[in-house]
Nanobody, 122 residues
Framework: QVQLVESGGGLVHAGESLRLSCVASGRVYSISTMGWYRQAPGKERELVATITSVGTTNYADYVKGRFTIPRDNAENTEYLQMNSLKTEDTALYYC????????????????WGKGTLVTVSS
């Protein structure tokens, strides 16, 4: 079917940068909105950023000016460029994509990756 696989997580110090990647593979006919979400220990999953197929972006207030969400439509890939990381950015980061699996799949559905861990130390 469809798989989303994240990569790029790791351990960094506050103020440093990381770039996450998410690749959609399998039965992908088209992808509309893609996004990144995160879940810190003991907290609910929250939106980080989204990007549409034409490049319209939306960012959570707590990452504006620090994170960007580039996208490569030809490679079914999205990225999360994270700069000036803070300890409070520590979380499991998930990618999400709204995917149509065939031409007659008019509504599509959301698919999720399994997450990549980002740990920011002080």
């Amino acid at each position: 079917q469809v798989q989303l696989v994240e990569s790029g997580g790791g351990l960094v110090h506050a103020g440093e940068s990381l770039r996450l990647s998410c690749v959609a593979s399998g039965r992908v006919y088209s992808i509309s909105t893609m996004g990144w979400y995160r879940q810190a220990p003991g907290k609910e999953r929250e939106l980080v950023a989204t990007i549409t197929s034409v490049g319209t972006t939306n960012y959570a207030d707590y990452v504006k000016g620090r994170f960007t969400i580039p996208r490569d439509n030809a490679e079914n890939t999205e990225y999360l460029q994270m700069n000036s990381l803070k300890t409070e950015d520590t979380a499991l980061y998930y990618c999400d994509a709204h995917i149509r699996t065939r031409i007659r799949d008019f509504s599509g559905m959301d698919y999720w990756g399994k997450g990549t861990l980002v740990t920011v130390s002080s």
